[in-house]
């Protein structure tokens, strides 16, 4: 599996922005989807945005509209561009690889250390 390593991180008052990226240490041209992860204080990792090879993207419903996730295969790369940050929106952030199963997707197991995004004033 490829690793994937996260950066873009930090401190930043509510209405700012941020630009997240994910390096993977080998090809992302033929992973079907990446995805973006959040893991706030005391809560579960849980998906924030997605896109597949073909450039669908999906989000939750509270980042939808202030979110945008975007990659570059020929460079492995993968970012999600923050904006209009609010306190909830704080927490670690993931990225990682996941292929197509019957009905649903099977996300990689390699989590790589996550980049950390706090948003406060």
């Known amino acids: 599996q490829v690793q994937m390593v996260e950066s873009g991180g930090g401190l930043v008052q509510p209405g700012g922005s941020l630009r997240l990226s994910c390096a993977a240490t080998?090809?992302?041209?033929?992973?079907?989807?990446m995805g973006w992860f959040r893991r706030a204080p005391g809560k579960q990792r849980f998906l924030v945005a997605r896109?597949?090879?073909?450039?669908?993207?999906s989000y939750i419903g509270s980042v939808q509209g202030r979110f945008i996730i975007s990659r570059d295969n020929a460079k492995n790369m993968v970012y999600l561009q923050m904006n209009s940050l609010k306190p909830e929106d704080t927490g670690l952030y993931y990225c990682?690889?996941?292929?197509?199963?019957?009905?649903?997707?099977?996300?990689?197991?390699?989590w790589g250390q996550g980049t950390e995004v706090t948003v406060s004033s």
């Open positions: 896109i597949t090879n073909s450039g669908e993207t």
């Open positions: 080998g090809s992302i041209e033929n992973i079907n989807h």
């Open positions: 990682i690889g996941g292929e197509s199963r019957d009905n649903y997707i099977s996300w990689y197991s390699n």
